[in-house]
């Protein structure tokens, strides 16, 4: 059988295209700079890479062209083998801890909660659309990245604000990267041979962020109300004092909304570098002596360090702590770094093995306090698992 993972971005459409149940990938690729100068998609399969410039107007334009090339390059004869179709949505709020087949319920409730996921929502929803018209008799299905994390117990998702604000307003932690999190808590629960794994995930990318898992399940994390919370990212500063917000407004004469994009969008790895946003970029400064590089990745691994600590305490024992997403899995320096920071906690890095990239590897000494491991993420399978589930 068949089936699409999709994950729709505000310029950008990421597909995979699975035989279920084996998990085969048959085609995968991105469509870039959707509504933007320039468009263009690629498409990998045998081993190949294709590039195709194109105009794409829209979200649909690029549903359009995909399924095209679904049939040109028969991976289809006809688009009704498609018997899924699974979308990634950053936000379902607390309503859906599973993923769910998409009805109209459900479009309304990630519009409804377009305030809260402004950049990702919207994009999700587009997606669906665009499929729902070109594929519309396969099954949608939506799975969130807010859904793992739904089972944090109360004293760790409430702020200790009014607690009308959260009856009234949904004000509380909310956690994304889910889909990502559950996959390496699968993973895990597989190689160790047991359902009830107590873990501290880190997935550590882009966007960056850690997880703490008791009894195979989401326990705590490091995100908070919004996506720019929590670690330090490649643009967003993570967490902030709130006071800072209207602070800068006053002393800058900047607007609320000017404040915000530069704490999303101009700070992290690259506001606090001045260079880039990119890990690969502080490291080559960091080689060459560029003290902010240096100062950057020194806040980096510090927030991920401390979180790793608040996160580790309450599970007592822990049986691994693990390493995914675009730095986590390639970045050979950076995972030296945390793992000496927690040194003191008795975890012990095995140089040797850490000089690796991309592969499921303990990185750390036989006598480690906790076992370390780098496992590779792979989110669109875990997309495709839930959707091969909800199909009838
Ligand atoms: P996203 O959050 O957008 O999904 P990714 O998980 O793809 O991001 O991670 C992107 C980050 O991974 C970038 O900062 C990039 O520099 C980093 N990265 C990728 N390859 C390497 C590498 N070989 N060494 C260090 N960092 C790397």
């Not at 990245?145 to 949904?170: C, I």
């Not at 490649?234 to 915000?260: F, Q, R």
């Not at 530069?262 to 990119?278: A, E, M, P």
């Not at 750390?364 to 009838?392: F, H, N, Q, W």
Request: with cysteine; glycine share 8%.
């Amino acid at each position: 059988m068949i089936i699409l993972s999709i994950n729709a971005g505000s310029s950008s459409l990421k597909f995979t295209g699975f035989d279920m149940p084996s998990e085969k990938v048959l085609i995968s690729g991105v469509f870039e700079r959707i509504g933007i100068d320039g468009s263009f998609y690629t498409i990998k399969l045998n081993g190949e890479k294709i590039k195709k410039e194109v105009e794409l107007k829209s979200h649909e334009d690029a549903v359009r062209i995909l399924t095209e090339e679904l049939v040109n390059y028969n991976i289809v004869k006809d688009l009704s083998e498609i018997k899924g179709v699974g979308h990634r949505v950053v936000h379902g709020g607390d309503k859906y801890a599973d993923s769910i087949v998409i009805d109209k319920n459900v479009t309304d409730t990630i519009r409804e909660l377009f305030h809260l996921a402004p950049l990702h929502n919207p994009a999700n929803l587009m997606g669906i659309e665009a499929f729902q018209e070109y594929i519309p008799e396969a099954t949608a299905v939506a799975v969130f990245d807010t859904g793992f994390p739904q089972s944090m117990p109360e004293e760790n998702y409430l702020y200790a604000v009014p607690y009308e604000w959260y009856e009234k307003y949904g004000v509380r932690r909310y956690a994304f990267h889910g889909i990502s999190h559950q996959y390496i808590t699968e993973y895990m629960q597989k190689f160790l041979g047991k359902e009830n794994v107590n873990l501290i995930t880190c997935h550590l990318g882009n966007g960056s962020t850690i997880y703490s898992i008791k009894d195979g399940k989401c326990f705590d994390t490091s995100w908070s109300f919004s996506t720019n919370s929590g670690l330090v990212m490649g643009t967003s500063s993570g967490d902030n004092d709130t006071i800072v917000v209207p602070y800068v407004m006053k002393e800058s004469g900047m607007s609320m909304e000017e404040v915000l994009n530069t704490l999303n969008k101009k700070s992290g790895l690259l506001g606090v570098s001045g260079v880039s946003s990119d890990s690969r970029d502080i490291e080559d400064g960091i080689k060459e002596g560029n003290e902010r590089c240096i100062l950057a990745q020194k806040l980096f691994v510090n927030r991920i360090v401390g979180y790793i600590a608040k996160l580790w305490c309450p599970l007592k024992k822990v049986d691994a702590i693990c390493f995914a997403g675009g730095i986590g899995e390639n970045s050979i320096m950076t995972r030296k770094q945390i793992i000496e920071g927690l040194s003191s906690l008795g975890v012990e890095l095995d140089e040797e093995a850490n000089n690796v990239r991309g592969e499921f590897k303990l990185i750390t000494k036989e006598g480690s306090k906790i076992p370390c491991y780098i496992v590779p993420t792979d989110e669109e399978v875990m997309i495709a698992r839930d959707t091969y589930k909800l199909i009838d």
